[in-house]
């Protein structure tokens, strides 16, 4: 692995790190627990339940725009606009 790809691995992991440790708010009790073990899942059901729930929000959206997109009013109308293509 070369240098530069190097670094990229490194602010990528400590980037994924530091959000992970950002999210819990720090308490004696979080700081005082045991480790979980070995054969405890990574994903909890509450965090399963939050990804699906997202996923589930983010294809509602994606096919909302994709499908119904060009009947809103907010988008306009494709149709005014001609798209010429440039040979060259």
Same mark, same amino acid.
């Given at each position: ?20 440790? =950002? ?9 005082? $627990?045991?480790?979980?073990? $070995? ?6 059901? %509450? ?10 929000? &983010?294809? =509602? ?6 499908? =119904?997109? &060009?009947?809103?009013? %907010? ?11 440039? =040979?060259?």
């Amino acid at each position: 692995m070369k240098a530069i790809q190097m670094l990229w691995v490194n602010l990528i992991m400590d980037t994924l790190a530091s959000l992970a440790l =950002a999210t819990e708010l720090p308490s004696e009790e979080l700081l005082n $627990r045991r480790p979980y073990g $070995r054969t405890k899942p990574l994903i909890s059901r %509450l965090m399963l339940q939050n990804i699906a729930g997202h996923a589930v929000y &983010q294809l =509602a959206v994606i096919f909302t725009i994709l499908f =119904a997109g &060009q009947s809103s009013p %907010l988008v306009g109308r494709s149709s005014q606009f001609r798209h010429e293509s440039v =040979a060259g």
